[in-house]
């Protein structure tokens, strides 16, 4: 049985800094039903930055797939016409772990969440 290298508390510190560099990367897509319709906010404010950091980490750089795919994610995980953040941002954290590189890949990461 080998000794751990590290102090349980350095290896909890570890553990930290990389869940913060990941929810740093890339945003979090939250969604507010309104009227029926699932309206997605991409991180804080949904500026220009968040979008592109967002896209980048699902691999997207085409802006006329980026929305749709949104779209398709929050269909696929509405229940009964609804769609609420826990399972959306499962689908999302699921497809940036996968790191995607482009399209392709960001639509088979989709396809197995």
Do not use: Y
Not at 2 to 17: F, G, M, N, Q, W
């Amino acid at each position: 049985m080998s000794k751990l290298t590290k102090e349980p508390s350095d290896e909890v510190a570890d553990i930290a800094r990389r869940v913060e560099d990941r929810e740093q990367r890339a945003p979090n897509v939250s969604v507010e039903m309104v009227d029926g319709n699932a309206n997605m906010t991409i991180g804080k404010s949904g500026k220009n930055e968040e979008i592109l950091q967002l896209m980048d980490a699902l691999g997207v750089c085409d802006t006329d797939l980026f929305s749709p795919l949104l779209g398709q994610i929050g269909n696929a995980v509405s229940r009964k016409g609804e769609v609420t953040n826990d399972p959306l941002q499962f689908v999302i954290a699921f497809i940036k772990s996968i790191e995607p590189e482009n399209e392709i890949e960001t639509l088979l990461a989709a396809q197995m969440a």
